[in-house]
């Protein structure tokens, strides 16, 4: 244990005085980057932040460029994402070691690349640090939160463009600022090019501005399908506990009825606001039946279900319709899961991960009630649910921050998306403020309509520029109603895709194996990157 500890404290604060100082400044370098996706208008911010770590690092050599290349990502994470101990403490430090090797390998390459030729890394950057983003998309490990983008959801305008090349290219833009701020700011820089460096800084954030201007309307486009969305603000301990579940039920069946007031045609609860299985729990399934039946409009529930595969059982975040004669529709079983908070990536493979193998062995875990990740199985396919009027994909959490899935749910027939979920785990930290930031960008990227139903705010419907036409806060009960209107025609990005994540993404293998190959070759020529 104090080997433990004292390596956690040679890492926070080294002996070595140079050390020291050169891990405090990433450090602040790494806090004015989170600055920039707080709930605040900073993101500014990140059009510069990443510029003098990059300095630092590729000033470093051999080991020490990887150490601190880690050190910046992992103090940049926990700022960013320190929210997610409230819900998990085990989750977010695991979460935080693991992201933090996404940045800190492709900052390793492009220092070794920088050092061969410099040009070779300047113009590398831009895509290594997408291709990074977006490989962090994939697989069960993926958790795409803190993409450079996103630090721009509170510039409605400057976000336009992502209808076009999508928020991965956006991000790309945003590195390149950093480093033409980079070229201006280097001390040994000559005039010419500080001078030409501010003029393309400048002549780039116009430009995106500018494409934003003329392609805002002013107004909203009024829409005339009624979605209500309920926020019922319950309590988690209420929600989930068994003597009072069947309130829970009560006061969703009450905000239906203020929702059917408003003659709304489709109701939308948040994630697990039904806590139940409809399918395997007749007396709740009826519940909800008869709400949908006196509301006379469809009900989208988030709720659970269970299925059985090989004699075991396998939980889902799930999402049933409710017609207005209140049948049942099957489910959709929530694709992309939070990893180390949901559940274990790829969980029948390690199972001695899994909350029911540790409690075995670590019975503080049961005893002192730790929040620990459930073991919940994702889903395998996209379900279109419909009406008689229209057709839309559901999102559950944080499957908003899937730029690819949801232009596939698009694809296959959704004419609006309805993004359910459950932020009550973040209390009032920048978690469901950046949350609600990451739908806004699905929203211009496809210009589709969003309903967003969250248990205790943000609720808001966003139009297909980001705007929120109606919206409830956080902590509040309440249902709000609006038109919205299907999706009329697909976006450049709809159609083709994150090209420039991909595209990024093929870059960063090839340098990775052009790196590879030189530095084998270089072993005989002396000519490798170092």
């Not at 993101?43 to 601190?68: C, D, H, M, Q, T």
């Not at 989208?300 to 799930?318: A, P, Q, R």
């Not at 969003?450 to 205790?456: E, G, T």
């Amino acid at each position: 244990m104090k080997s433990l500890l004292a390596s956690i404290k040679a890492f926070f604060w080294p002996p070595d005085t140079a050390l020291r100082l050169r891990r405090a400044e990433l450090t602040f370098w790494a806090f004015i980057l989170a600055v920039a996706y707080l709930p605040i208008p900073f993101g500014f911010l990140a059009w510069f932040a990443l510029y003098r770590p990059l300095s630092i690092i590729v000033n470093l050599k051999g080991k020490e460029v990887f150490k601190a290349a880690y050190f910046y990502s992992f103090m940049s994470n926990i700022f960013t994402l320190y929210w997610v101990a409230i819900v998990t403490p085990p989750g977010m430090i695991a979460a935080v070691f693991i992201l933090s090797l996404y940045p800190a390998a492709l900052l390793s390459l492009f220092a070794r690349l920088y050092h061969w030729k410099k040009y070779v890394g300047l113009i590398a950057l831009p895509f290594l640090w997408v291709g990074m983003e977006y490989f962090r998309s994939l697989s069960q490990f993926a958790f795409p939160w803190t993409d450079l983008a996103y630090s721009q959801g509170y510039y409605l305008t400057f976000i336009q463009i992502v209808s076009v090349i999508g928020s991965y290219g956006l991000s790309f833009v945003i590195v390149i600022l950093n480093i033409l701020a980079w070229q201006f700011l280097e001390k040994s820089a000559r005039l010419e090019k500080r001078v030409s460096s501010a003029l393309a800084f400048t002549g780039i954030i116009v430009g995106v501005y500018l494409y934003g201007w003329v392609v805002f309307p002013p107004y909203p486009e009024p829409g005339k399908i009624k979605v209500s969305l309920l926020q019922g603000n319950v309590d988690l301990d209420i929600k989930w506990t068994p003597e009072t579940r069947d309130w829970n039920f009560a006061l969703y069946d009450t905000l239906v009825e203020e929702a059917a007031e408003d003659s709304a045609h489709l109701i939308v609860w948040p994630e697990t606001a039904a806590p139940c299985y409809p399918r395997h729990e007749p007396r709740y399934k009826r519940m909800l039946s008869e709400s949908a039946r006196k509301s006379g409009a469809y009900n989208i529930v988030g709720t659970l279900d269970i299925e059985t595969w090989n004699d075991k059982g396998k939980s889902y975040n799930s999402a049933f319709q409710f017609a207005p004669d209140g049948t049942m529709s099957a489910p959709y079983h929530k694709v992309n899961l939070v990893p180390f908070s949901e559940h274990v990536p790829y969980q029948d493979y390690f199972p001695f991960l899994t909350r029911e193998f540790l409690e075995n062995y670590l019975t503080f875990i049961r005893t002192q009630e730790v929040e620990w990740w459930s073991d919940f199985y994702p889903g395998d396919s996209i379900v279109i649910f419909e009406t008689d009027q229209s057709a839309y994909a559901v999102l559950i959490c944080f499957e908003s921050a899937f730029p690819e899935y949801i232009r596939q749910c698009l694809l296959k027939g959704g004419e609006f998306l309805v993004n359910i979920t459950n932020d009550t785990w973040f209390g009032r930290s920048p978690g469901p403020f950046q949350h609600m930031r990451i739908a806004v960008f699905r929203a211009v990227e496809n210009r589709v309509w969003i309903a967003r139903c969250a248990n205790s705010g943000i609720s808001a419907l966003i139009d297909p520029y980001g705007r929120e036409t109606v919206r409830a806060g956080l902590y509040e009960r309440k249902v709000i109603t609006g038109g919205i209107r299907p999706l009329d025609e697909y976006t450049l990005f709809t159609l083709h895709g994150p090209v420039v994540g991909r595209l990024s993404l093929y870059v960063t293998l090839f340098l990775i194996v052009a790196v590879g190959v030189l530095t084998f070759v270089g072993r005989f020529t002396n000519k490798s990157p170092r």
